[in-house]
């Protein structure tokens, strides 16, 4: 672990409360939908349209709640989807500030390694079927880690401490099948 | 334009935060998932609980507006979603945020993440009709509530107890465990001697 866990809990702390304070709380995984809204809306242009009032699409999800989703991918340049960007851009950079992640650790992550070896492609293939499940359980459950669990649960959410118990219950399960042996 | 500045700014230094604190680097979620290194659950346990703190303190003396809380909806969708999310979470490593983190600091292994992730949203766009006529996304036990009531934020509270005392003294509770939890609780500490990460 890169920072000491005191050091990076106040860190995160204060980004949590910063962006509640200045703007909403930090929530991620609308921004995946968004994105897909914005490639089909450029593979098909009457996938979002704009009514009198704002924006519908003819996908269910981004017509609901008034079209909101509908209109974010309209307007990409929009608070959420620009975190999302601005966060990557911040993690790359601070990642190269500290010298970068090593070749091999880019390839396959040290504890997989120690499990299963360093052929990428079963690495490679599980990363994405995981990352469909993600997606698909955020979706669902409205929100990921940061949107439901933490600043859900920092909001005394009832929501966020459901999401949470989900989420637990079922990542220390599979992680403890998963990976025995330590790296 | 203001807004553009700001989404630059906090979502920046979030981004260095899930970097610094290890949260982007999968070894470091599964050694928390698999209970051999809680270090990172100390600090987000941390992070959730001054956040807290700060945020009903700051509501309190008024420093804080409480139109800025989004509480989300509770419905038997948000379990059976977190169960899914935590599933792929230890199998991938990655969450929505630290995996696009991880897919922009050099990390291969995240690039199918997001791309497995761009699909699976894909999917429950197409498959949200179904969800909805299910009834699981109907809203329970009052749908967007908190665990008390908060002076001023509209939502309702499952208990009449005063919702900005009770986030303050939950968010201490957060703090408290956070410094109680051992730093692992499956297995032993390897004897053997192994190089620093």
Redesign the interface.
Known sequence: ???N??T???????????????????G??TQ??I???I??DAVNPDFVTATDDGFTST????A?SGGKYAKSVANP????F???????????????A?G??DAQ????????RANYGDD?VK??????????????????????????M???????????Y???????????????L??KK?? | MT??I?????????????????A?????I??M?????L??A???????????V??FG?QMIG??DVG????????A??????????????????????????????????L???????????????T??M??ASG?LDPI?GG?????V?PGSGYDG?TSLP?DI??IV??LA?IAI?FALPERL??QP?TQAHPA?
């Open positions: 672990m890169p920072m866990w005191k990076g809990g106040v860190l995160l702390g204060l980004v949590f409360f910063l962006a509640i304070l200045l703007v909403k709380p930090i991620v995984s995946f939908v994105l897909d809204g490639i089909a996908n269910a999800y981004l609901k340049l929009n608070y959420s620009v975190f999302v960007l601005a966060m990557m851009l911040g993690g790359f950079l601070s990642a190269m500290r970068g992640i650790d880019r390839k396959v992550p040290a504890l997989w990428p690495r490679y293939l599980v990363a994405f079927l995981g990352g469909f499940i993600v997606l698909y359980g955020a979706r669902l459950a409205g929100g990921c880690t940061s949107g439901h933490m600043s859900g649960m920092m909001q005394t959410a009832v929501s966020g459901i999401f949470a118990a989900g989420a637990f219950a079922a990542a220390i399960t599979v992680s403890i998963m990976f330590e790296a | 807004s553009i700001l989404a630059i700014v906090i979502g920046a230094a979030f981004g260095v935060a899930l970097d610094r604190v290890g982007s680097n999968p070894s470091t599964n050694k998932l698999n209970l051999t290194d270090r990172l100390k600090a987000i346990m941390l992070a959730i609980g001054l956040g807290s700060l945020m700051g420093l804080v800025h809380m989004s509480v989300k909806a509770a419905y969708g948000v379990f059976v979603g977190g169960l899914l999310l935590g599933a792929g979470w230890a199998m991938a490593g990655y969450c929505p945020g630290t995996g696009l983190v991880a897919a922009a600091s050099g990390r291969k292994d995240a199918f993440f997001v791309a497995g992730g761009l699909l699976g949203a894909a999917a429950y766009m197409m949200y009709p969800w909805r699981l036990w967007k509530v908190t665990l008390g908060i499952v919702g009770l986030g939950l968010g957060f956070a499956l297995g390897s990460e």
